[in-house]
Protein backbone atom coordinates (compact mmCIF):
# COMPACT_ATOMS: atom_id res chain seq x y z
CA UNK A 1 0.00 0.00 0.00
CA UNK A 2 2.85 2.47 0.55
CA UNK A 3 4.23 1.85 -2.73
CA UNK A 4 1.28 2.72 -4.51
CA UNK A 5 1.04 5.85 -2.31
CA UNK A 6 4.57 6.92 -3.09
CA UNK A 7 3.88 6.08 -7.06
CA UNK A 8 0.95 8.23 -6.60
CA UNK A 9 2.64 11.17 -5.05
CA UNK A 10 5.70 11.15 -7.52
CA UNK A 11 3.08 11.05 -10.19
CA UNK A 12 0.78 13.93 -9.02
CA UNK A 13 3.66 15.91 -7.37
CA UNK A 14 6.36 15.96 -10.27
CA UNK A 15 4.79 13.94 -13.75
CA UNK A 16 1.55 15.80 -13.80
CA UNK A 17 2.53 19.05 -12.48
CA UNK A 18 2.68 21.11 -15.31
CA UNK A 19 4.94 24.41 -16.07
CA UNK A 20 2.52 26.70 -15.61
CA UNK A 21 1.50 25.41 -12.02
CA UNK A 22 5.05 25.11 -10.61
CA UNK A 23 5.97 28.48 -11.44
CA UNK A 24 3.00 30.38 -10.68
CA UNK A 25 2.19 27.88 -7.22
CA UNK A 26 3.27 30.65 -5.00
CA UNK A 27 1.99 32.35 -3.13
CA UNK A 28 -1.58 30.28 -2.73
CA UNK A 29 -4.07 31.04 -6.08
CA UNK A 30 -5.18 29.04 -8.45
CA UNK A 31 -1.88 27.67 -9.83
CA UNK A 32 -1.36 25.78 -6.43
CA UNK A 33 -4.94 24.80 -6.18
CA UNK A 34 -4.73 23.38 -9.63
CA UNK A 35 -1.83 21.48 -8.70
CA UNK A 36 -3.38 19.66 -5.55
CA UNK A 37 -6.63 18.84 -7.32
CA UNK A 38 -4.51 17.08 -10.10
CA UNK A 39 -2.12 15.71 -7.24
CA UNK A 40 -5.10 14.71 -4.99
CA UNK A 41 -6.56 13.14 -8.33
CA UNK A 42 -3.42 10.90 -8.92
CA UNK A 43 -2.73 10.05 -5.16
CA UNK A 44 -6.47 8.67 -5.21
CA UNK A 45 -5.84 6.48 -8.21
CA UNK A 46 -2.68 4.92 -7.56
CA UNK A 47 -4.42 4.10 -3.98
CA UNK A 48 -7.63 3.02 -5.27
CA UNK A 49 -6.19 0.83 -7.72
CA UNK A 50 -4.18 -0.64 -5.08
CA UNK A 51 -6.99 -1.63 -3.11
CA UNK A 52 -9.26 -3.27 -5.80
CA UNK A 53 -5.91 -5.43 -6.92
CA UNK A 54 -5.68 -6.74 -3.35
CA UNK A 55 -9.74 -6.92 -2.70
CA UNK A 56 -9.38 -4.45 0.39
CA UNK A 57 -11.93 -2.10 1.34
CA UNK A 58 -12.24 1.63 0.28
CA UNK A 59 -13.08 2.67 3.63
CA UNK A 60 -11.56 6.17 4.82
CA UNK A 61 -9.74 6.42 1.28
CA UNK A 62 -11.99 10.23 0.35
CA UNK A 63 -10.80 10.95 3.98
CA UNK A 64 -7.19 10.39 3.58
CA UNK A 65 -6.71 11.41 -0.13
CA UNK A 66 -9.05 14.65 1.28
CA UNK A 67 -6.28 15.16 4.81
CA UNK A 68 -3.51 14.95 2.45
CA UNK A 69 -4.60 17.35 -0.20
CA UNK A 70 -4.74 20.25 2.46
CA UNK A 71 -1.83 19.38 3.82
CA UNK A 72 -0.11 19.21 0.58
CA UNK A 73 -1.52 22.55 0.07
CA UNK A 74 0.16 23.83 3.35
CA UNK A 75 3.42 22.37 2.88
CA UNK A 76 3.84 23.59 -0.99
CA UNK A 77 2.13 26.92 -0.29
CA UNK A 78 5.19 27.19 2.38
CA UNK A 79 8.10 25.36 0.10
CA UNK A 80 7.23 26.93 -2.96
CA UNK A 81 7.57 30.19 -1.52
CA UNK A 82 10.93 29.69 -0.27
CA UNK A 83 12.00 27.20 -3.38
CA UNK A 84 11.06 30.82 -5.51
CA UNK A 85 13.24 32.75 -3.48
CA UNK A 86 16.35 30.44 -4.07
CA UNK A 87 15.85 30.27 -7.83
CA UNK A 88 15.58 33.86 -8.01
CA UNK A 89 19.14 33.85 -6.84
CA UNK A 90 20.35 31.21 -8.66
CA UNK A 91 20.82 29.42 -5.48
CA UNK A 92 20.39 25.70 -6.74
CA UNK A 93 21.95 24.38 -3.76
CA UNK A 94 19.75 25.93 -1.20
CA UNK A 95 16.97 25.21 -3.92
CA UNK A 96 17.62 21.39 -3.92
CA UNK A 97 17.64 21.05 0.07
CA UNK A 98 14.25 23.19 0.63
CA UNK A 99 13.22 21.05 -2.31
CA UNK A 100 14.19 17.51 -0.37
CA UNK A 101 12.97 19.20 2.81
CA UNK A 102 9.44 19.58 0.79
CA UNK A 103 9.73 15.92 0.27
CA UNK A 104 10.64 14.50 3.12
CA UNK A 105 7.35 16.48 4.63
CA UNK A 106 5.22 15.00 2.25
CA UNK A 107 6.68 11.56 3.06
CA UNK A 108 6.45 11.74 6.74
CA UNK A 109 2.46 12.95 6.16
CA UNK A 110 1.32 10.63 3.80
CA UNK A 111 2.68 8.01 5.80
CA UNK A 112 1.63 8.98 9.21
CA UNK A 113 -1.55 9.89 8.14
CA UNK A 114 -2.52 6.35 6.94
Do not use: C, E
Not at 53 to 63: K, P
Amino acid sequence: MITSILLGHLVGDYLLQTRWMFAHKSPFNGALLAHVFVYSLALFAFLAGFLALSGQSYDGILFYVAINAFLHLVVDGISSKVTKVYLKRFDYGSFFVALGIDQTAHAIILINTL
